[in-house]
């Protein structure tokens, strides 16, 4: 199911400082970008993340804000972003609902069920996907480059 030019789904996620955070109410003030991830502390999950961190002012001059999502706790989220020193938001979908709307729900993650496949999504400024990709296998990392370019287009 492919979210590619279509309006991005809602959701609610908290963060580490249990602050609820709406994409609704991001929609027309920024691009977006969506990093879902399997698991906080895991070598990739944190070499992916640690990337974004050591290159936040590219996306910060291509006006997007980045999001982390994984199944992970808020306690848990906001002790990687601590320990990663990550300058962007860790957000929670402990309910595995934002995982689901936007299809990277992985069934069976090394015997785990419900975590979310590492996946990334662009969104524009008025709430339309621009950019997806989804892998079936943990180890590989998004495109940097390509999601840079369509974040430079939009």
Do not use: W
């Not at 957000?91 to 729900?105: C, H, P, Q, R, T």
Request: charged letters at 25%; hydrophobic letters at 40%.
């Amino acid at each position: 199911m492919s979210l590619l030019n279509k309006k991005a789904p809602n959701f609610e996620l908290q963060n580490g400082e249990f602050e609820q955070i709406s994409l609704n109410n991001l929609i027309g003030e920024t691009n977006i970008v969506l990093l879902f991830y399997p698991l906080a502390f895991s070598s990739t999950c944190t070499e992916e993340l640690c990337s974004v961190r050591d290159n936040m002012k590219i996306y910060e001059a291509l006006d997007a804000k980045v999001f982390g999502i994984s199944v992970d706790s808020l306690f848990v989220q906001k002790t990687f972003k601590k320990a990663q020193n990550l300058n962007f938001e860790l957000l929670s979908d402990f309910n595995k609902d934002a995982m689901k709307a936007y299809g990277v729900f992985d069934e069976d993650f090394f015997g785990m069920h419900g975590v979310s496949k590492r996946s990334a999504f662009v969104i524009d400024k008025n709430g339309f996907v621009r950019y997806e990709e989804i892998h079936e296998t943990s180890d590989q990392l998004p495109n940097f480059n390509a999601i840079q370019r369509i974040l430079g287009e939009i």
